[in-house]
């Protein structure tokens, strides 16, 4: 790991002194989409997970976070949360709506809080893997201790790709 790096999102789990590394992988310019971001870290998708942002029917915003090789699954997600529906945020808008870019959005250190929910396999590991909010880290950790620090929710919310 680049020894200059430091997102908020590890400066938040330090200070919050949540257990955790950070890994890096090799990318250029562009997102690296998921499961490669597993193959390159050596990790197993199913324990590497995306945060993606939604809109509810009502307007309020949600963060749902999936394991790379999975879909969130829009039926389940509204459910879980109370919507009627949901759609799924454009790419342009999320710097905007959380801060973050494609590729780098984490459930830590969001502009605003939303509320979060995890799908629910990521309790069944002892570590998962999110994005440290930068292009290229990820952060390794104790699912309770995410999932717990981000007041989450879990409930299964995607479909598994096979």
Known sequence: MAKNV???????LEREKIA????SYPHGKEAVEGCEVARLMGQNPSQVFKTLVARGKSGEFFVFDIPVNSQLNLKKAAASVGEKSLELTHVKDLVKICGYPR????PIGMKSKFRTVFDSSALGFEKIYISA???GFQIEAKPSDIIGFVNADTAEICDREM
Not at 6 to 12: D, S
Not at 20 to 23: A, F, I
């Open 20 to 23: 955790h590394e950070v890994l």
């Open 103 to 106: 590729g780098s959005v984490s």
């Open 6 to 12: 430091k997102t908020n999102v590890m400066r938040i």
């Open 133 to 135: 909010g930068k292009l």
